[in-house]
Each structure stands twice: as C-alpha cells, then as structure tokens.
C-alpha cells in the first residue's frame, strides 16, 4: 500500500535536509524528494522531523525490565516467555525501535518470534549464549566446556538453529552471581575456535567483553564486534591500552555501547556501578574519537531502567560523552543497521530501503528532548501508532 509523508525535517542517517516527501509502497521507500509539492493524499506531519527507525544492537527481549528479570524469566515456561518478548517487542516498536539483535534468549525463543507476523519490529537473533558452566547467563541455556571442540560444537548447533550470529559470554557481569565482570570467562584458543567455527559458517561473532583481559582475549580471537567494552577493573576501570585501541580501529571491531536508562523516581545504579560511569564513558569517547566503529545500543530488559523502548535515551549519554546530536542518532540507526549486517535496507531514509520510519515533533537536533515526542512510527511500511 502506498503512502506519502510530508514533514518538515528530515534525517537520513547523516544528514538533516528540509521539507522532505517520502513515498513508502509496500515495506520499501520508493521515492524521496525535498522542496516539491505532495500529492493530494500525502500525510501532512507538519512541524515533525522523519528518522530511520531506530535499530538496538543489544537487547534481551526474555528479560522483562523487572526488579528481578532473572527470577521472573525462571518462573515462566516457554510459551509464557514468548508472550513476554511479544509484549517486549511491541514496546520496543512504538518507542521508535524498529529493528532489535537479541543477544541472549532462552531456548531459541527469539528465533520463533523473529518468524511471527504481525506489528514487530525486525529481529535479529543469537540464540542462548555461550558461556562457560556457572559462567554468565549460563541460566539460558549455553553452558559449553571451555575447549576447543565444545565451542566449534556450540556454534555449529547454533547455526544449525538458524540463529543470525553468535554471542559468547567473555567475562563475567552483574546478573549472574558467582561471577565477576573484572574476570575473563575464556582464554583465547576457545574463544578462537569458536570464530573461525562461526566464520567458516558465514555467521559474525560478538563478545560480552567488560574485563580488559577480556576486550584483550576476543580481539586476539578476531571477534567481530564487542559489547559493554568497559575496561571494568576489581577496583574501577582501566585505562584503555594504546595498541589494543590501535586493533580495535584497525580491524573495524564494532564497540557497543551499552548506554542510556529511562529515568524512574527511586531507581539509581548500584554505588560500585554509579562510580565507574564516568571512567566507561571516557573510554567509549576515546574509542570513538580514535575511530573504532561506535554503536549506541541499551542492553533493554535487564533492570527497570531499562524498558525495551529505552534506546532513544542513550542519546542523552552520547551527549553527556560529548557527541553531537547528528553523530548520536547516526550511532542509533545508520551505524548499528550495518553492525548487524543490514546496512543495505535499514538505518537510512533512502530509495529502496525498508520503510521503517520515526516521525518526532521538533528537530532532534536542535533539541535533543524531541526524540521522546513520537507523533508516528512506521515499521516496513505498516503504520504501528
């Protein structure tokens, strides 16, 4: 079905323009032309900005957004938790969230709602993630034996499940007691295994990666991108080493940055957390300034902070870090669309893209409060609100 939207402003992805026409015929943007008259039933979105829908390279859709979304996720079947991620899914898509990479479910349930019709945004899908027994996250199901064989096993029963890339638990974190985000879970020649296992499959790998050891283990691994990345220290954080910032760059490693929380009266992080932002802010700021690929992601679902419409927040931080508006939202639809290997259809505002379309009253740009005014949003060309 074809429809047109005429607004004020438009952001592609890299650029704001003026007075754009957008046409959207079935799920792709078939035209796109600025300063010409709309046809007579163009949708008038007059004072609103047109944004590629937003695209979370991290989240965890099995993870409620709970004062205890480990517990509760135990408490849940199969069929209970796939409601949960549904609903998860669909708050994610009216906050302007139209493409999510679930790096953590439990059973493969992300690939089962990844092929279910209806209002949701594009999912991509890592399945369980691998992690050592009693390592982190190991309550989802990818407990594997730290040997070479047990994770070329690991990610070829993955790839046979039909999952998008593989996730492997580096280190350890917060959400699993036992272990340590300052301790690498894997030493090198495992987690090498695993990416050549992974590339020979055609499949990328991303590594949870808080511990400096563990940032340094996944890239000698030649890992494909990294998560958190927070050089997170027994007593702090490190200061990020020269020639491992030098291989991140130099290999076109994606970093993402975990950042942004929905503010909630009575909700603040954890002291031993609160004291390290400033120090993990500083390093993401140096990883991006030296030019690693940086991506603003929200690791949705994993405290109450944290809702699976909490993307849009991270902005706020990347302002905080000292990015300017266009390089945050750029780093929340164009830059993690080709970490997760979609570049080619999602991120931009563009002929032949995928009509995933964030339409917000102001300009984001010059007030980055505006991004939280969604007037509409369009997912493949279906309007969801």
Request: charged share 25%; net charge negative; glycine share 10%.
């Amino acid at each position: 079905m074809r429809t047109v939207l005429r607004a004020a402003r438009l952001f592609d992805g890299t650029e704001l323009r003026d007075d754009p026409v957008l046409t959207m015929d079935g799920q792709r943007i078939t035209n796109l032309e600025f300063g010409v008259e709309p046809p007579a039933d163009a949708v008038d979105l007059a004072g609103a900005t047109l944004l590629p829908g937003l695209v979370d390279a991290h989240v965890h859709l099995a993870f409620d957004a709970g004062t205890d979304p480990v517990g509760a996720l135990a408490a849940r079947d199969d069929d209970e938790t796939l409601d949960a991620m549904r609903t998860a899914a669909r708050k994610a898509l009216r906050g302007g969230v139209t493409t999510v990479r679930d790096l953590g479910d439990r059973n493969y349930l992300a690939l089962r709602l990844r092929e279910e019709g209806g209002p949701l945004p594009t999912i991509v899908a890592a399945g369980p993630p691998i992690t050592p027994p009693s390592g982190h996250c190991h309550y989802l199901g990818g407990e594997t034996k730290p040997d070479a064989d047990a994770m070329r096993a690991a990610v070829r029963e993955r790839a046979e499940r039909g999952v998008d890339l593989i996730k492997i638990m580096a280190s350890g974190g917060t959400l699993t007691p036992g272990t340590r985000q300052e301790d690498a879970q894997f030493e090198v020649p495992e987690l090498r295994a695993a990416v050549e296992e992974a590339h020979r499959l055609g499949l990328g790998v991303t590594a949870h990666a808080h511990a400096t050891q563990a940032i340094r283990n996944a890239v000698e691994a030649h890992v494909d991108s990294l998560e958190h990345v927070s050089f997170w220290s027994a007593d702090g954080v490190d200061e990020p080493p020269p020639e491992l910032v030098h291989t991140i760059v130099e290999r076109r490693i994606v970093v993402g940055a975990t950042a942004g929380t929905v503010p909630l009266e009575g909700f603040a992080p954890p002291p031993f957390i609160a004291a390290r932002i400033p120090g993990i802010a500083r390093n993401l700021l140096l990883l991006h300034r030296s030019g690693a690929r940086l991506v603003l992601s929200s690791d949705a679902g994993i405290n109450a902070a944290k809702p699976h419409d909490t993307l849009r927040y991270s902005l706020r931080m990347a302002a905080a870090m000292g990015l300017t508006p266009a390089e945050a939202l750029r780093l929340a639809t164009e830059a993690p669309a080709e970490a997760c290997g979609l570049g080619d259809r999602k991120g931009r505002l563009a002929r032949g893209f995928d009509a995933d379309v964030l339409a917000v009253d102001g300009d984001p740009l010059a007030d980055p409060d505006a991004i939280h005014r969604i007037r509409t949003v369009y997912a493949r060309g279906v309007m969801i609100s």
